[in-house]
């Protein structure tokens, strides 16, 4: 059983930053994070290749929000800067066997694994 474990969410102001960090299952997935605000879907916010080489994000969170990986760690970090109140939410890390070659995995049904979320809230 794959386990995904996020922490560094919080309470923080419009402008400031966060950093996030995922206890990831390995280093061959792709790994990605989504986010869910009260009442909407989730939706995709990033998304990074097994080997770091590829990176793809929201337009919503390009140029604010940078995705990274240590595979000899198993962690994948967001690290988010600039922050909205627009980006508060519930984030989550999320494994996918599907290769990011070509095409960038974005859908939630790519993915394989969820962690349960941590809470991100951005006041004004």
């Known amino acids: 059983q794959v386990q995904l474990v996020e922490s560094g969410g919080g309470l923080v102001q419009a402008g400031e930053s966060l950093r996030l960090s995922c206890a990831a299952p390995g280093r061959t997935f792709t790994m990605g994070w989504f986010r869910q605000a009260p009442g909407m879907e989730r939706e995709f916010v990033a998304v990074?290749?097994?080997?770091?080489?590829?990176?793809y994000y929201a337009d919503s969170v390009k140029g604010r929000f940078s995705i990274s990986r240590d595979n000899a760690k198993n962690t994948v970090d967001l690290q988010m800067n600039s922050l909205k109140p627009e980006d508060t939410a519930r984030y989550y890390c999320a494994a996918s066997s599907a290769a990011f070659r070509g095409r960038p995995v974005v859908a939630i049904s790519d993915y394989n694994y969820w962690g349960q979320g941590t809470q991100v809230t951005v006041s004004s």
């Open positions: 990074i290749a097994w080997n770091g080489g590829g990176t």
